[in-house]
């Protein structure tokens, strides 16, 4: 049984170095180390936009992504949070759920927004490499922490398999075309060179 709860904390811990690792790419984050444990105030709304078949301008387009991406930012560092915690009562659960709903919601109104109106000259490719990114990644540690939770329920018990293992595997093979640094980095340089600011790739 101890052989198999270390093995888990290895396996975790290496995902969480290697998420660790993509998601800290610069070397900005190395002096920020000290305010790890600080979470960001959890959103009262997510992004929202009525607008159809209107022309966006920079400004409003560039304000639309900080705003998405900040959104997307606080509310992973929430669910991150309690996704980490073992036997999550009732309340963190319900918690938990909503934070989940709201990311999703976030995403979606944003995607609506950006397919529905008119983007200036030289950012629709950007801005849909980027939702695109933020989504497929929402994606993938939503299954990641899925399945990490239950792979540590079971480490607590007999029910820990071989499989369980393998379906970290598995869906680290399904993602990793699509969230990787070289996909990160491209969506860090339209940021860059369109003079984007957001706390979502400090």
Not at 111 to 136: A, H
Request: charged letters at 30%; a positive charge.
């Amino acid at each position: 049984m101890n052989l198999k709860k270390f093995f888990v904390l290895i396996m975790v811990s290496l995902l969480f170095f290697s998420l660790t690792a993509c998601g800290n790419s610069t070397e900005k984050s190395k002096n920020q180390t000290s305010n790890k444990n600080e979470l960001p105030a959890i959103p009262k709304q997510v992004f929202s936009s009525s607008k159809i078949n209107e022309n966006i301008s920079k400004k409003e387009i560039k304000k639309s992504v900080s705003k998405y991406l900040d959104i997307n930012h606080a509310l992973i560092e929430n669910i991150e949070s309690l996704s980490n915690k073992d036997n999550l009562n009732k309340n963190e659960l319900k918690k938990l759920n909503s934070l989940t709903e709201m990311n999703d919601k976030n995403d979606s109104n944003f995607s609506n927004f950006i397919q529905n109106t008119n983007l200036p000259n030289g950012y629709k490719d950007g801005v849909f490499k980027t939702k695109d990114y933020i989504t497929t990644a929402n994606q993938y540690l939503k299954k990641l922490n899925t399945q990490i939770q239950k792979v540590n329920k079971n480490s607590n018990s007999d029910n820990l398999s071989i499989k369980d293992i393998d379906e970290i595997n598995s869906i680290n093979e399904q993602y990793k075309k699509d969230v990787n640094g070289k996909k990160q980095k491209e969506v860090e340089t339209f940021l860059k060179d369109k003079n984007i600011k957001t706390k979502a790739f400090n």
